[in-house]
């Protein structure tokens, strides 16, 4: 049977657990991106109040989450093992809405640096 993945796929790491202590997994220090399905409250949204999201547009998410699930994972830096979300505020705050205590994300590791630069 043929492969159909294409020959530039790249594979991410999946996990939909939490350690045994409650907090988030950690992601591993040399890897790139890790999928995984983190609690609403261990993700700093440090921008969040710089704009509003459009109600429209959230209850749509919020629809097409509660009938196919997330899509698409937003995107989170983990730093010193705090994560911090800069993007993907809509599909955040459908979760929030719907009462989702987890979200699936894409958490890349940085430093005080990298998220300094986020941050300005």
């Known amino acids: 049977m043929a492969n159909f993945l294409p020959y530039n796929f790249r594979a991410f790491s999946v996990s939909a657990s939490i350690s045994s202590n409650g907090s ?5 220090q040399n890897a790139g991106p890790v999928i995984i399905e983190l609690p609403l409250d261990k993700i700093r949204r440090p921008l969040m109040r710089t704009r509003s999201n459009d109600p429209q547009k959230v209850k749509e998410l919020m629809s097409s989450i509660s009938e196919i699930g997330l899509q ?5 830096l983990e730093v010193e093992g705090e994560y911090y979300g800069f993007s993907g505020c809509h599909r955040y705050e459908a979760h929030q809405q719907l009462g989702l ?18 941050l300005r």
């Not at 988030?24 to 591993?28: E, G, L, T």
């Not at 698409?72 to 989170?76: A, E, F, G, L």
């Not at 979200?103 to 986020?118: A, M, S």
């Open 24 to 28: 988030p997994p950690s992601v591993p």
């Open 72 to 76: 698409v994972p937003i995107d989170v």
């Open 101 to 118: 205590p987890t979200i699936r994300c894409k958490v890349r590791r940085g430093t005080k640096e990298t998220l300094r630069h986020h």
